[in-house]
């Protein structure tokens, strides 16, 4: 076995592997040092097969049921990083609320979460390395099943109300998703004149996507679109997506909002790049943008008027959303490049806010943000990187998110009139938006702190707080500033991979 | 190796276009029944009749890969989920399922026009859709034990009345992709069959804890979470 090769194996084994083991260690730390020795693990893994993407294109293992191209790249990339970043902020997160009796049934909780943790990151990192459509679908799934029971990781009646929420409205789009891949195999099918071997993988359906019948095709792409959508949390399917990410434990909120929705939208523009070549660019690209607007304009009520810190950043994911929708469905190499770069910079802003918002709702004991005031004085890190996390959401410069976004406008202006029309309506609700997120952050920073908080408490952030954070800062400033080589490479390897050929 | 086929092509078809009638019927009859243990029953007898059709299919085609679509559909749709749900129900306090959203009167032809709806929706696919199987019935009951799986999540109030509800609306999907497809790759329908039975579990722990914490699995009474 090559060294290539290898690698992959332990990168999509290793997980596994640190779940079954996190069940039986004894005792909280030996636990905790699994989790961590391997989140540490798969994201040296990812990022070396990132790095290798980069440098000698895409590549293959197991007979080609596993096939990383630069797409699958950067989001191995992206969900390893998160990944790791998550288990270090559950090692605080899970010890205080073990402390306090919040660990539905103690140490079996315990357990019960990082091995779930484990399970839900290695789901993801299948579902974005498979290459057979059929495959992705079952991946995809896979991940709402196991995020499902960490949003009911808390078994009270909001938490369970959440969770069953979150499973139905998943499942049923899923399920239509289910027809939609369905009807692709069948336009292959029908492409191939009838022929019994076909393939459904994604490098062998984009080689000949011409010969998918078209009108098929589309049906195809509006089923998956409105399936995959209400995982990625679109409007008007998104209703489950505050509950469950204000629900779940907040190291989990993170990874529910920075990967798991985009997840769902990398199936979505897979199914994307095969619809533009089957039946014209305009089809897909006009649905995904209508969503995408749709998102952005529904999230601003519930952005301005929110009064729970999670569920005023579940509403920020919707919008973020609908923000790399409209960048996809401009597309073009400068809208696909956009969509990317925003998928990156928003899993690290997303995954900040809410890993400290977790350190921030423990010391004051609510999510209300009534309550939450003064986070600079009682708590400085978590505070002040709230403040910052906010400022890098709303693409203040020199976030990334102010790159991407710079760059999906410029795409948007360069098309045609609808596309135009849509970023304008998008920089209107952007502006508000900002005004609104500033506004309750700096409320949440900078308000009256309750006294009791300032005397008594610790104002010291964990260090696992400030590991897991760091790497997150560090992206989001280098990525404002410059991208680096084999990023660029890989972005640019993967809007070539979905954009050329369709005219 | 190839062996040669027990039944034509067109044998199978008919099985097919038999087991679809015989879907839409169990399906329909699962949006009027009241009592849980019932609406299981329905649903085991409709993972049987898939189950049968699959096996018509394997039999035409005698590849691996259908017997093996044949032994997951009979495992999983026929025996597991039956049996899981009927784990559920036994725990369950109160069996029968309460007035829903709609009335019955209102509710019994609505699921009805469900039927008409999907023959006429799927008409102009039929001409070059049916598949090697010429199963005429096949597509427009695929569409109808989606959509009428639909109707049940949606005017149930009963949490495990949805998860039937589901089951029959990926039902549906294997029915399309017996007939349309000749089947969906083994690997594929396989890890579907895993997560629907591992979704199924899954939802049946959240009904479980539901009732531990709320004393019922009334879904309508899961309102505290808006804004």
Known sequence: ?503 | MTVDPLISLSTAGSVLDAAALCLIALAFAGTVVRTLSTSIALLAAQGLVLSIASGAAALAEMEWRSWGAFAVALAVKAIFIPLMLWRILDRMPVRQEPPGFLSVKLAVPLAAALIPISYRAIEPFTADTIGAFNATNALPAALALLLLGLFTMVTRKKALSQVVGLVTMENGLYLAAVAATRGLPFAVEFGVAVDVLAGVAVMGLVIHEIMRVTGSTDVDRLRTLTG
């Open chain 1, 1 to 503: 076995m090559s060294p290539e090769h290898a690698a992959i194996l332990m990168l999509l084994t290793l997980p596994v592997l640190a779940a079954l083991l996190q069940l039986v260690v004894p005792g909280r730390e030996a636990i905790e040092r699994v989790a961590l020795v391997c989140a540490a693990a798969t994201l040296v893994l990812g990022l070396a097969i990132a790095v290798l993407v980069a440098r000698d294109g895409s590549q293959e293992a197991f007979r080609g049921i596993i096939h990383l191209d630069a797409l699958s790249a950067l989001m191995i990339a992206t969900i390893s990083v998160l990944g790791f970043c998550g288990v270090t902020a559950s090692v605080p997160y899970i010890r205080h609320d073990l402390e306090i009796g919040h660990v539905p049934g103690g140490m079996r909780g315990v357990r019960f979460y990082y091995a779930g943790l484990s399970v839900f990151i290695w789901s993801m990192l299948v579902t974005v390395s498979v290459d057979n459509l059929g495959l992705l679908w079952v991946g995809l799934e896979a991940t709402t099943i196991v995020s499902a029971l960490l949003v009911g990781f808390y078994r009270t009646r909001a938490a369970l109300e959440a969770a069953w929420k979150y499973l139905m409205l998943c499942t049923v789009g899923i399920v239509c998703a289910l027809f939609g891949v369905l009807l692709t195999y069948y336009a292959a099918r029908q492409g191939s004149g009838g022929h019994d071997s076909i393939s459904m993988d994604w490098t062998r359906m984009i080689a000949d996507a011409e010969t998918l019948d078209s009108g098929i095709m589309r049906l195809a792409f509006v089923f998956v679109l409105v399936g995959f959508g209400a995982k990625a949390g679109f409007a008007p399917l998104h209703t489950w997506l505050a509950d469950a990410h204000s629900q779940a434990p907040s190291p989990i909120s993170g990874m529910l909002s920075g990967v798991l929705l985009a997840c769902a939208l990398y199936a979505i523009v897979r199914y994307q790049a095969l619809t533009d070549r089957a039946a014209g660019n305009e089809f897909a690209s006009h649905f995904l943008i209508g969503f995408g607007v749709l998102s952005i304009l529904v999230s601003v009520p519930f952005i301005l008027l929110q009064r729970d810190l999670k569920r005023l950043f579940a509403y920020s994911s919707v919008e973020h959303v609908g923000l790399m929708a409209v960048a996809f469905g401009i597309g073009g190499p400068l809208g696909v490049t956009a969509g990317l770069l925003h998928l990156m910079g928003h899993a690290a802003a997303k995954g900040m806010v809410f890993f400290v918002s977790g350190d921030l709702v423990q010391r004051y004991g609510s999510r209300r943000m009534s309550v939450i005031r003064g986070a600079v004085s009682v708590a400085p890190l978590s505070g002040w990187l709230l403040v910052a996390g906010v400022l890098a959401l709303t693409g203040a410069p020199p976030a990334a998110i102010f790159i991407s976004e710079m760059t999906m406008f410029s795409a948007g202006f360069q098309q045609g009139w609808t596309e135009m029309a849509a970023v304008s309506i998008v920089i209107a609700a952007l502006a508000i938006i900002f005004a609104g997120l500033l506004m309750q952050a700096m409320r949440v920073g900078f308000g009256p702190e309750p006294p009791a908080l300032v005397a008594h408490g610790n104002h010291r952030a964990s260090p696992y707080l400030v590991l897991a954070v760091a790497p997150l800062v560090a992206i989001i400033l280098l990525f404002g500033i410059y991208v680096p080589g084999e990023v660029r490479t890989l972005i640019d390897a993967a809007q070539i991979s979905l954009t050329a050929g369709g005219g």
